[in-house]
Structure formats: structure tokens, C-alpha cells
Nanobody, 126 residues
Framework: QVQLVESGGGLVQAGGSLRLSCALS????????MGWFRQAPGKEREFVAT????????YYADSVKGRFTISRDNAKNTLYLQMNSLKPEDTAVYYC???????????????????WGQGTQVTVSS
């Protein structure tokens, strides 16, 4: 059974940076498109960013475009999210997820992801 474990969350002041990591167990990491989602208190889970299995394609939510960068290291089975110029509205629990089916394209739809991590809290103070 695949396991995804996020790390790197924490408390940061507005304008600061954080780098989230997501380690995926198993040898098939390089076959799957991956994504980051977030959920703030009282709100629905929302899409943040996604990257294709090869790393050659990325797609971002408008709210984070130009500030966040998604990347992956297939040799290390690890997904990253570099978050710069953080704002208080970025405060949320951040989740990494694996898209259903190998060698698929990017998608913002959480229903197309079939494996999720436990989440890591990111808090941005004003």
C-alpha cells in the first residue's frame, strides 16, 4: 500500500518562505502525476499545484501562481512545494496526493487523486 508523508510545515511571518516535502513509499513514484492541495479551517479542500510524472508539466492555482513552485525528484521518490512571499490567506493544512493511474496528465480535480498524505500545517502570521 502506498504511503505519502508530508513534512516542512510550520509557522512563518507574512512574506516568508517554506519548503514542503512529500515522501512516497514504493518504486512507482516516477510513473505518477502528483499534486498539492490545501484546506483552511471551515473551507473545502482546494487545489494548489500539480506536476506530471516526468516533471515536464506543471499547473498552478491562480492564487499561488508566481509565488509557489512544485517540483519532484524521482530518484528520491519525493515531491516538493517551494512557497515564497507567503500570505496569511495561505494558512492551511497542506496535503500531497498521487493521481489515479500511471502516466496521466495534470488535473486540479481532487477526485482524480487516489492516495493522500496526512497533511502538514502551514501558518502564516501577519
Amino acid at each position: 500500500q502506498v504511503q505519502l508523508v508530508e513534512s516542512g510545515g510550520g509557522l512563518v511571518q507574512a512574506g516568508g518562505s517554506l519548503r514542503l516535502s512529500c515522501a512516497l513509499s514504493g518504486r512507482a513514484f516516477s510513473m505518477y502525476t502528483m499534486g498539492w492541495f490545501r484546506q483552511a479551517p471551515g473551507k473545502e479542500r482546494e487545489f494548489v499545484a500539480t506536476i506530471t510524472w516526468s516533471g515536464g508539466g506543471t499547473y498552478y492555482a491562480d492564487s499561488v501562481k508566481g509565488r509557489f513552485t512544485i517540483s519532484r525528484d524521482n530518484a528520491k521518490n519525493t515531491l516538493y512545494l517551494q512557497m515564497n512571499s507567503l500570505k496569511p490567506e495561505d494558512t492551511a493544512v497542506y496535503y500531497c496526493a498521487r493521481r489515479r493511474g500511471a502516466y496521466q496528465g495534470t488535473t486540479w480535480d481532487p477526485n482524480e487523486y487516489d492516495a493522500w498524505g496526512q497533511g502538514t500545517q502551514v501558518t502564516v502570521s501577519s
